[in-house]
């Protein structure tokens, strides 16, 4: 093997940031290893068939023992921690797990790194989160919340990513360690899980135009997110690593939705202008505490990263929407000249193909 070729470890491989970041650090000429979780895990397929250059460990970040095997295998120059219990709604019902593994895992992680003697040649990035902050409007300042921003976070995931993001600085200081935290708002796609609202609704839509089905059920659809997309995200996360010395960096758009905004954009992209017919009210989503509005302020990592996002609202909307349109077809043997079932009632053409990705 190439001396200087750069090696990665990732946790939390089979998620939407991991399957991103893999790729860009393959097209990099790193070579990447995944940490998988369980005996038996079901996405360990999607994992080798989607990204069959990833040499893949057993592993969980909450076994110190797994995490050290696992950094003295792979001897990585740089460690991403993206493994996290990573629904908010789900870290109320498992707030104890949710602790266990979004928290004290990334202990774990930084003292499999320590002990295993590379704590200054294993540089680790801490995926913090937008969700720290807690979206109270006292605490928002006018521009968005940034790296100097007041934290309240208002879920136990919220509660144990903000322990993650203290122990993770609290190993910069107290050892030196290149440990840098990226604090990211909402960031969407094609890979994004269905159990997240975006996702959720881009599917929705595209099932809904295809005649799959005929409603869907939410939660409240007042809150406001800082939706970016997660490719512009993860190559953030790349230049925070490269950077000479190791902080602290909020990715953001700066810009704020309501999920009735993108309900409205969603819908827009195959030809339906009033939604609501369409959505239904389910009590069972929403949560025990809310987070309303979260707003970011990226001008740091502009300023000193040089990063700048390149997918905005629209452009997000838009080439989920045509994934998943063209996902379902796919799924379902629904040919592309099939007419479909739910009719346009408004200006907007309707997304069939997919934009050339970037
Ligand atoms: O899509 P969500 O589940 O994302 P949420 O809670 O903002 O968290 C995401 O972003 C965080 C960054 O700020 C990450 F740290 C975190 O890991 C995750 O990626 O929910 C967004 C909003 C919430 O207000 C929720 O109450 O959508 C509302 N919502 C309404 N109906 C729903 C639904 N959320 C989900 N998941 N499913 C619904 O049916």
């Not at 219990?85 to 003292?111: A, C, D, Q, R, W």
Request: proline share 6%.
């Amino acid at each position: 093997m190439d001396g200087s070729r750069r090696t990665a470890l990732i946790t939390g491989i089979t998620g939407q940031d991991g399957g991103h970041l893999a790729s860009l650090l393959h097209e990099k000429g790193y070579r990447v290893f995944g940490l998988i979780r369980g005996q038996h895990n079901p996405r360990r397929d999607d994992v080798e068939r989607d990204l069959p250059f990833v040499e893949l460990l057993e592993g969980d970040v909450t076994d110190p023992t797994s995490l050290v095997r696992a950094v003295e295998t792979s001897s990585p120059d740089e460690l991403y921690n993206f493994a996290a219990i990573s629904h908010v709604g789900y870290s109320f019902n498992h707030p104890t797990l949710t602790m266990e593994v979004t928290g004290k895992g990334v202990l774990n992680v930084l003292e499999a790194v320590r002990l295993s003697g590379r704590a200054e040649r294993t540089k680790i990035y801490q995926a913090s989160t937008s969700e720290m902050f807690g979206g109270m409007d006292y605490s928002m300042p006018g521009s968005g919340y940034n790296e100097q921003s007041q934290f309240h976070p208002r879920s136990p995931y919220g509660v144990a990513k903000l322990y993650g993001h203290w122990i993770a600085k609290n190993y910069r200081e107290s050892y030196g360690m290149f440990v840098v935290c990226g604090v990211l708002f909402n960031h969407e796609g094609e890979r994004r899980g269905t159990e997240f609202v975006t996702r959720k609704i881009t599917r929705a839509v595209a099932r809904i135009h295809l005649g799959l089905q005929d409603t869907i059920n939410l939660g409240v659809l007042w809150p406001k997110r800082d939706w970016g997309y997660a490719g512009d995200y993860v190559r953030g996360i790349w230049m925070m690593m490269q950077h000479h010395e190791p902080d602290d960096f909020v990715l953001a758009t700066g810009e704020a939705h309501s999920i009735e905004d993108f309900l409205a954009t969603a819908f827009a992209k195959i030809g339906v202008g009033d939604w609501r017919p369409y959505v239904t009210f389910d009590p069972a989503l929403t949560r025990a505490a809310e987070v309303d509005n979260l707003l970011g302020d990226s001008s740091k990592a502009e300023q000193v990263l040089g990063w700048r996002r390149e997918v905005g609202f629209d452009d997000l909307v838009t080439r989920m929407v045509a994934h998943d349109l063209a996902d379902q077809r796919l799924r379902h043997g629904i040919s592309p000249l099939t007419p479909p079932v739910v009719p346009a009632d408004v200006t907007a053409p309707p997304v069939e193909t997919a934009p050339e990705l970037p």
